[in-house]
């Protein structure tokens, strides 16, 4: 089974900085496009951000739109999501998707999927 590692969460201050990464074990990105998504408790899982396979697409969801960057870096086979002014209502499980499609926001479109890595934004 083919899966994706997430890393870089914590517990962070409104108005901090964190940047999360996505790094495949046993497969390369450059094939696909990659999705950010996150769930917070008792809450759907929703797309915040995805990328194209060469970067030159990318889409965020209204809320982080301004204060989210994605990134992605074939040579690293890494996907990155810099994140900005954090608040608390960004608070949640963010996970890392690959997808053999296009770059969406839709869930369902994404074939293999990371465990998560937790976001909390408090003071």
């Known amino acids: 089974q083919l899966q994706l590692v997430e890393s870089g969460g914590g517990l962070v201050q409104p108005g901090g900085s964190l940047r999360l990464s996505c790094a495949p074990s046993?497969?390369?990105?450059?094939?696909?496009?990659i999705g950010w998504f996150r769930q917070a408790p008792g809450k759907e899982r929703e797309g915040v951000s995805c990328i194209s396979t060469r970067g030159g697409i990318t889409k965020y969801t209204d809320s982080v739109k301004g204060r989210f960057i994605i990134s992605r870096d074939n040579a690293k086979n890494t996907v990155y999501l810099q994140m900005n002014s954090l608040k608390p209502e960004d608070t949640g499980v963010y996970y890392c998707a690959a997808s053999f499609g296009a770059a969406t926001l839709i869930k369902t479109s994404y074939d293999y999927w990371g465990q998560g890595t937790q976001v909390t934004v408090s003071s």
């Open positions: 046993r497969f390369t990105l450059n094939n696909y496009a």
